[in-house]
């Protein structure tokens, strides 16, 4: 999914302007400093992906299906990498690996974690309640609480693992991800390090946008919206998606849209989950939506310290506001790390950009 404010909203609320709707969720300031990637004269997508590779894999890891329970009792699904020269007589460091919101582990994660793994930690990627095979009904379902108890949970399972040191596990969180760790690691004082990398505060762009730009009755319009929404689904209507990665481009698709695109509705990172459609993939239901307007990952996030933060960002990313704010409002020891040149999504899986030395430098240095 794209990590932005909800765009292209799809209601049948009764007495609601759809072009009053994009407005107040935040539509017309999605173009705001994003290059376009985008032909208007042709209409299609130009393929950003510059040897991009989300769905590497390595001959040097070994990767395990498993699930594990929740404090809800709900099944988390996730993938378990591990280094073929696994000393499993030893307690390894481990790390936990959250993909953007919207997405599944296999978008992404699945890379961190495949390249975590070969730099000899035991990693593991997570589907987050409520997308791809993990459990939760409705289907795209938002709850920020329940996606941070899913990274405690994972921390759960990784700690009774006998070759798992669990003094010693670490999270990155990609995209959304970067917030609901941050929220988890809070509460959770096992998660000994935490990285974000292309954060969204999901809670930020929900309340006020990109750069601030929504006003407080632009937000309390869509509140309401997404209340009327939740009237129509007691009553039996169908259950409606904002938000999202657009289906296809046209002339009027603004820049950041256009990137998403190109991972996510291409070959370059498109994956739909057996029993979704594809028209739902990456998009949050409208009546659920609103939860994050109730979410502040970075407030206390202080409290993290003595434990270390490590930020990475593009310097060219659309998001950057939120991995400068978190870092801001932390206390040492903490990172912040501007990949030149990189935009939000390159981050995703761009292997030429990420800096996966940085990450191993960092989790060596934290995980003992």
Known sequence: MTDQIPKDVETSTPGIDRRNLLKMTGAGVAALGAMSIFDSTTAKAQDMSNGASNFYTSDRVTLQKVT????????????????????????????????????????????????MAEQGFVAMSIDLPFWGESEGASRNLVSPEAYAEAFSAGVDFLGSQAFVDRSNIGAIGVCGSGSFVISAAKIDPRIKAVATVSMYDMGAAFRDALNKSQTVEQRKQFIATAAEQRWAEADGADIQYIGGTTLELTTETDPIQREFYDFYRTPRGEFT?????????????????????????????????????????????HSKEFSQDAYNRAVEPKELVWIKGAGHVDLYDRVDLIPFDRLKGFFDQHLA
Request: hydrophobic share 40%.
């Open 68 to 115: 594990f329970k929740s404090q809800y009792q709900t099944n988390v699904a996730g993938n378990l990498f591990l280094p073929n020269n696994l000393d499993r007589a030893s307690k390894n460091p481990a790390i936990i690996v959250g993909h953007p919101m919207g997405a599944v582990k296999e978008q992404s994660a699945n890379l961190y974690a495949t390249k």
């Open 273 to 317: 989950p057996a029993g979704v459609a594809r028209e739902t993939t990456t998009k949050p239901t409208l009546s659920s939506a609103v939860k994050f307007m109730n979410f502040y990952p970075f407030n206390d996030i202080e409290t993290i310290s003595p434990r270390p933060m490590l930020f990475i960002s593009g310097d060219q990313a």
